[in-house]
């Protein structure tokens, strides 16, 4: 991988605003009107629900580790940024986009494996795909990246900031989830992986129930929690507009503490002298503790707060329109138009 995520394709090439990303998918559908209007689709993220689920169908039978299969759903994604899906078989998409990441992540599937296995999950969409036809997709879809294959992902965040915020692996795991999830939105299009990893920590203090083994995925549900959250990323704002003010500096986003490698340098962020949440919680309670002292790191490290607030947003949004997903609706649509355009053969 890069070393140095400031300087890769990703941040340069891959990274739009959410105006930007509307603008490109308008464009493709303004390509052919006639096609879209013949072929009705749901909604985006229920489209992206169902996607992740045959990506993690196929990564199980394969036993493809999560890296390589996070680093697949980014590359369908910037794929459908440059070709319409209606024009295209999602499911040889998904197929190619895991055996390409697999190489670029070092664990290498044989491509008549893939083709396999492909065919036993999907016989009805997939049955006149072989190896041929992989291979060429995979040119198509390198292609239409530019080669800009590198992806820099969320989890070294988590996996490097679990120790400084005392996370218990229950709370670890959540926030993992919460990685995980945010693969189905269009935030790996929008902003920066260490961006998105201090969310998905944040959810996980905040929102974790040890009631509920979901962790993060009950989000939605523990008003409490997101209560919690928005005050602490209110207040972390605050403290850092404050601090900047009075050293006379831009309180705005910038680069915050980190090595070449996109990684958190190592620092003394001391959780003494933060103020309260202002939530009225007790803030002897261990829960309101660390959660003051991921406050105050946050105000003292230069981090995008604004952009943190609409991460937690579009994750909580997800989870609520998670629960009017229905799988079948979305099947049958997709179904339509590769028979109906003959594009499973």
Sequence with gaps: MAAN????TQRRYWQFTKEELAAMRQKLEDEDPNLVHMYPLPQLRHINIYLNQQFN???KRLGVRQQALATAQVYLKRFYTRVEIRRTNPYLLVATALYLACK??????HIRLI??????????????QDTSKLGEC???LISEMSSQLIVHQPYRTLTQLQGEF?????????AWQAINDHYMTDLPLLYPPHIIGLTAILLAITCYNRQNAAGAANAAGNSGGLVMAANALAHAQAQSQARAAAMGGNSGPGTPNLTSQGSFAGGNFSSQGGRELGDGSNPTDPKIAKMQ???????ESNIDIEGMIDCTQEIISFYDCHEQYEDLVVRDNIKRFIKARGLDK
């Design 5 to 8: 995520y400031w300087e890769s």
């Design 57 to 59: 169908r196929l990564a």
């Design 104 to 109: 670029m992540e070092e664990c290498p599937q």
């Design 115 to 128: 083709v396999q296995e492909a065919r036993g999950l999907w016989p009805e969409t997939f049955h006149g």
């Design 138 to 140: 995979e040119f198509f």
């Design 166 to 174: 005392n996370l218990t692996p229950e709370e670890s795991q959540a």
């Design 293 to 299: 002292r991921f406050t105050n790191w946050l105000a």
